[in-house]
């Protein structure tokens, strides 16, 4: 728990309470603010869905935060210390929202929008509205899920980012903080490259939604679960990083020109690839961690198969 600890949520939508419970899990007095009567109605129902999930993932801090339901912000902005803007994935709404909330909120609040795909520069143009803004990118659903993708827009000062990032890990979250604004963040860059692929393969007529489903599901999301890319190649070549980019690398090449894309694997980017990997992993570690990735791989997979044998039932 921070000195901050007033959380008000923009929108009572799954990716709102999912947030509601996890701040509130963590300590935080957490506001729930949405104007359609309905949703405010279904609030309550909804949280003890998003308190299973987080129960059932075990990732409790049980510190019994307060929440609160209202249909307008007006009581809660004028002293809030965060601002989690959750509404639809429309541009002029969110232009509106964050137009008034610089005006209402405190200059100590962070405010940042859960948007998918909007940066903020969109929503706010000019840079020195900026300062205190950024997009607060989550997983679907949060409350498992604990990370957080936080991307700034040109104006968004250095300290916010610190201050956010804070916020956001005292409530549980990894916070990956990207370096300037892109367009889709990190996750969406990654996942829309395998959706292209996989597309592009089902209208190629190499295998069908059942096969790419497959391949995912059986052989790269078992090991994506427990390493991410960059890992996954080291682990799997004698030589860490660098092996793999020279045994590998002419082939993803190969492949990216067939589709039009480019890939070059300089020799600096593979030197910072493996300086940064070596920072996370010392060399003379890796068959430890290797050997820890295949027991780790054997139970996932244990608890995988149990699971799909539940949901055919």
């Known amino acids: 728990m921070t000195e901050h ?3 008000t949520i923009l929108g009572a939508g799954s990716i709102g309470l999912s947030f509601a419970a996890v701040f509130a899990d963590a300590g935080f007095r957490v506001t729930i603010c949405d104007p359609q009567a309905e949703r405010r109605a279904q609030a309550e129902a909804g949280l003890a869905v998003q308190r299973d999930a987080i129960a059932l993932a075990g990732l409790q801090q049980g510190k019994a935060g307060e929440i609160s339901i209202a249909e307008a912000s007006d009581a809660v902005l004028a002293s809030t210390d965060l601002v989690i803007e959750c509404g639809p994935e429309n541009l002029e709404i969110k232009q509106a929202i964050f137009a008034d909330l610089l005006t209402r909120c405190p200059e100590t609040a962070v405010l940042v929008t859960a948007s998918s795909a909007i940066p903020m520069s969109s ?3 000019v840079a020195k509205d ?6 607060a990118h ?8 604990r990370m957080i993708e936080l991307c700034p827009a040109p104006g968004t000062d250095a300290q ?4 956010a990032a804070v916020l956001f890990a005292a409530a549980g979250f990894e916070a990956v903080r ?5 367009e889709g963040f990190v996750l969406n860059r990654l996942q829309g490259a395998v959706l292209r692929e996989a597309y592009r393969l089902v209208d190629e007529g190499v295998t069908d939604v059942a096969g790419i489903e497959a391949v995912m599901r059986l052989g790269l999301g078992p090991r994506w679960a427990l390493s991410g890319p960059f890992e996954t190649a080291e682990l799997n070549t004698p030589g860490g990083i660098r092996a793999h980019a020279a045994r590998m690398g002419p082939a993803y090449a190969r492949m990216g020109r067939g589709r039009g894309e480019t890939v070059d694997w300089h020799a600096g980017l593979i030197e910072t690839v493996e300086a ?3 920072a996370a992993l010392a060399a003379d570690l890796l068959p430890a961690r290797a050997a820890w990735r295949a027991r780790a791989v054997a139970r996932l997979v244990a608890s995988r198969d149990a699971l799909m044998a539940e949901a055919s039932k």
């Not at 900026?130 to 997009?135: D, F, I, K, T």
């Open 5 to 7: 600890n007033d959380v």
């Open 123 to 125: 929503i706010l143009p």
């Open 130 to 135: 900026q300062r205190r803004c950024l997009v």
């Open 138 to 145: 989550p997983v679907n659903p949060p409350a498992v899920l």
């Open 160 to 163: 916010v980012m610190d201050q």
């Open 178 to 182: 990207l370096g300037h604004e892109i």
């Open 276 to 278: 940064q990997r070596r």
